[in-house]
């Protein structure tokens, strides 16, 4: 059993995305004012205090972020593994929101597809003129480490044209970020991009009629 949280009331806790190797959750009580605590199971003796800006009524963990809700926004840490994590390691998530939103305890939800969409419920009535009581989404794209490729796909191995001995030519596809109009195309031989083949700068993809963005084909 786990020792209590310095706060009275009910427990709202979540599971670190990489719980089953780390063994790590985090964890708040229900009442906005109370603060944000870890634990390791199997190892931890008390809890670890986080320290966010604001009391937290609600967790939700993922790709290694950590997001808790506070009322009139949400708080966030992209390094809740830490040792020491201070109030400075903390922003708040509250553009955009009207004015006296209240999110409703517990209803923070966070969904990963091509970005990191953050859900919560105004608990105010709801009037859609003065947009109160409304369910709220937020787009996290600050937390999306890098473009990933469609083709070729990670794994993927270039066709070759087995009578002049070179690769066929293809074209490099992938999936935006959002917001960015420009990109470097760097394409070496190795990992560590010691043995660099091309280098294209400000590269403004082409294609707008799907949501990959594409260059011309390298030979």
Known sequence: MLPPLPLVGRVHMTLDNDFARNKLLYAATDNNVSGIYRWTVGAAIDWTPLNPPNGASALAHTTGVLYGAFGQGVD???????????????????????????????????????????????DRNYDYDAEEGRLWVYGDTFVLPTPWPVTPALGQVVPCDICDCEACPFCFEWKPMPKAVRWDLWVALDEQFKYVLLKLEDVEPWCCDTPESAISRYP
Not at 77 to 86: E, Q, S, Y
Not at 90 to 101: E, K, M, P
Not at 113 to 118: C, G, K
């Open 76 to 122: 966030r840490t992209l390094i809740p593994r830490a040792d020491n994590i201070t109030v400075m390691d903390w922003d708040s998530l509250t553009v955009g929101l009207t004015a006296g939103t209240d999110f409703r305890s517990d209803t923070l939800r966070v969904t990963v597809n091509d970005v990191v969409n953050l859900w919560a419920l105004d």
